[in-house]
């Protein structure tokens, strides 16, 4: 990215989201590692690549696609500019899995448990 101000800093918690990137094919990596870099350097990310999920509480989803193959890695935000990440996942199926979201959300309670 180039010495434009960065909007927001996108944070690893851990290695929940380390080990899925990890698993991925090169291609799939570059497409993530440009989609990150969109979201730390737009004012305004559009919700094609960044979306609140309903009905949690400050959950969002990083959304990536790949060729035919759709990406989802959970994030929140922390002090309004800082996303950090969750768990990730190949999505397969229309609706989220349920246990992902619980992951998520798992994941962030014990990053505001140990923040305290």
Not at 33 to 56: A, C, M, S
Not at 78 to 107: H, M, R, S, W
């Amino acid at each position: 990215m180039d010495n434009k101000k960065k909007q927001r800093t996108i944070i690893f918690y851990k290695n929940y989201f380390d080990d899925f990137f990890r698993e991925q094919k090169q291609k799939v990596k570059d497409k993530i590692i440009w989609t990150f870099d969109l979201i730390e350097g737009l004012q305004r990310v559009p919700e094609t690549y960044l979306k609140h999920l309903e009905n949690t509480d400050g959950l969002f989803e990083i959304r990536i696609q790949q060729g035919s193959d759709i990406f989802r890695i959970f994030c929140f935000f922390d002090q309004g500019q800082l996303v950090v990440l969750a768990n990730g996942f190949q999505k397969k199926t229309q609706k989220t899995p349920k246990k992902e979201i619980e992951k998520a959300l798992k994941i962030k309670e014990e990053y505001e448990s140990e923040k305290k």
